[in-house]
Every structure is written in C-alpha cells, then in structure tokens.
C-alpha cells in the first residue's frame, strides 16, 4: 500500500507540493527519500500516484503519475455539529467522524458546553486529526473543520437539506426514532450532537423553532464520544451508505 | 439520581450484600454511611432501593426497600464476539458494549489476533469493567465476559438464532449490507468481530460453513475498537431497539 500525502495539487504542471509537515512525515517518520513512489491527494477528491522528486525543510515535491481511486465518498453530505466535549475525546471525534466519511466537523460552543473554547478559535490540532484520519482510513477528502461556532449562529447558518437534533429521552421534546427520517438520501443533512452536560431546554426549543428533527438513539446511556459515532452509523446505514 | 451498587439480592430476608469492591466504593469514593439510601441490582435485572446498614472491609450489607425499574434491555439477547483487541481497546469494547445493551461478551482468540490472551484466561479487569460501565448506564444486567475461546471453539458452541460475521468489503467472501438480515427480530443473536488484522480466509471459510452471515459495514475504514459500537447499533437500529 502506497503511503498517501496531502499536498497542492498542480494538474497544469503535473507537480504536487507537500507542506513541511507532511514532508517531515514524508523523510523522518517513513524515511523516504527522493524517487520513492507515494500517493498524493488534494484533500478535495483527487488522488495520484506520485514520485519523491525534492525534499527540503518547509516541504517537498513529487511529480504527478496516474490518477487514483480514492475510498468511495457517501452520497450525503453529511455535517456533524457536535459541541465540544472535554479533553481527548474531541479528538477522538474528529478523527472517527472523519472515517465514518463526514463532509465536516463544525465544533459547537452551548449553554452546557464543559470543555473551554472560544468562538471562532477552534485549535489547529482538529484540522491535523482530520488529515491524519483521511490519510489512514484511504479517503481524498479532508473533512472541514469549522473554527468554534455558537449554537445560536450555527442555527441560522446551517443549509442541509435534511436537519437533525439528537436529543436524550429524557429531553423536553420526545424524539422519533431516526427511522421516521425515511431511506431516501438528501443531498446533504446535518446532525447536532450535544455535550456531556446534554442540551438546555432553550436550545432544544430554538432548534425544534428553526425545523430540526428531534431524534434519539433510544433509552441507551452511551459515552458522550461513542454517540456521535453510532448516530453516524445509523444515518448512513439508513440512507443505505454502510 | 442514587448511587448503584451490585449486589447479592437475598429476598427472603430483604437484604443485599455487596463485595468487598463495591463497599470500598461506597464507603470510601462516595463517602457514603450506614442509613444512607442506594440501589442495588443483581447484575441479572433485578434492581431496588436500599439502605445501608453495615460496612465492613470485605462487603456491606443493605436492607431492601422497593423495587425499582432499570434501563430497559433490548429484546433481542446480543452476543459480541470480539476477536481481542490490543492494550486498552478491547477495555473499550467491553465499556461501550456494555453500555449499547449486550447480553455477553466473548473475546475470541483467532489466528490474527495480536493481543496475547490464553483461552480461559480473560482478565478479570474486563468483569469489572462491565460491572461498572452497567453501574454507570443505568442496567441492571452486568453482561456475561467469556473466558476468552479460540475461534473454532466458539463456532461450535454458539446457539444464537442469528449469527453474523463481521468481514471487510476486501474480504475473501462478499458481505451483505444489514439490511438483508432484515427487521424481524431474533430471540438471539451473535455478531463475530475480528481483530486489528482482520480474520483469515480459513476462518471466514469455517464461520460461513457453520452457518454465520457474513456482512459488512460498506467501504468504511474504521478504527478496530469503534468497529464494535458502529455494527452493535446498527444491528439494534435493525430490529427496532434505538
């Protein structure tokens, strides 16, 4: 199995250009060298074969060869608004969310929101996890990871064709199992996923108000980083994805 | 929301008695004394108010109050066998199964599997792992943890009604979606997971011939331990149970 980088990719001058992050990867963690043969992808779609040609410091360049087959993308574009929860399981996350083929990530700043972030500042780190799961699980695209938004705003910004809040059973609105979603795909969907403390009843109220689905995945207690991944699971398995 | 203790449910003479490990975590974490109010539970379904009475080093004993209604289980009686994972994975798996509503437990030893684990000799941690994950998720059934079987071992002991095994879309038979178990629901069922390095193709061959259906979660590259939680809710959101 090739090794895969996420670099710049220049059809016009058949060349692709990886950042110095990825050519330390490149030279000091896989120790390869120039003339190695790699797979390179744009994190957009598009993968190629490619050959090492130079490597320095701040980055490297290899020349294009034939295009790649990348792991299949999901027909749903699908959006995981989750607010941010506490420590390494953001990460965790990111980084299974990323495998389960989301389109992005957008971390949620809420009224019961534990873990600290400002607005607008989501770390770096996120978008690193992002590309290192897309580099593992064989995909081209680098789901987006948006910068810290309050529910509030994302709210009013959010355009999916098809919107879902999961809600616990014990919320203020009963949920309907995901199943009342039905099977036939929308071309997009977002699902809002709450932080360990759960989701205010405000919160709840507003996003019912704007046309989110209130669903829940039954009267189970999971982990609040192993819920985003089995809901992922199941929206997919029921737009016949999995 | 009171504490939860397992306990040996003695009715005739309304008590419980809780273990050694349980009093220390009564007494000693949650600070608790004699005439304070708890819950106890069998591990079987059973579940009551309580109130202590006497804690001692090596257990504690409760006078029963009333009976009290747990976490509903699943109807369908979900046995995960799951290939060992390595280091704290396979903790993981015992973790979140617990928590999705598996009736048992059973690591499997198989031809890849990189962990070390003699047969029968399956750390006592994980029995305390599902004891506490079920303290923490509201069930008052502590799924039964295998000793740890050899495959081969496994296949021929295995009564479940429906019995899937889990192989990746590379594999060397071709998985069918879920969807073709279909939304019936089995008294029982047993889903095979196999390890980081996935099954051979003697053992798919083994499991088929014995009668295991073998399906795939699609195209997806997953983390070995998210595996488990991803096909467990899968499987419940097939027959109804999220």
Known sequence: MLPRFLAAIDRASGTARLSGEEARHLSQVLRLRAGDEIAVFDGAGAEFVARVEQIARDGALARLGEARTPAAEPAVLLTLAQAVLKGEKMDDVVRDATMMGVAGVEPLVTEHTAAHLKPGRAPERWR?????????????????????TPLADWIVRDRSD???????????????????????????????????????????????????????LGRRTLRADAIPIVALGVLQYLWGEL
Not at 130 to 145: E, L, N
Not at 168 to 197: C, F
Request: proline share 9%.
């Open 128 to 148: 690193r996890i992002a590309i290192a799961s897309a580099k593992q699980c064989g995909r081209a695209v680098v789901p987006r990871i948006g910068d810290g």
């Open 162 to 216: 098809v919107r879902v809040l999961l809600v616990e059973p014990s919320a203020t609105v009963s949920g309907h199992p995901a199943s009342t979603l039905g099977p036939s795909r929308p071309a997009s969907a977002t699902i809002l996923i709450g932080p360990e403390g759960g989701w205010s009843a405000a919160e709840i109220a507003s996003a019912v108000a704007a046309g989110y689905i209130p669903i829940t």
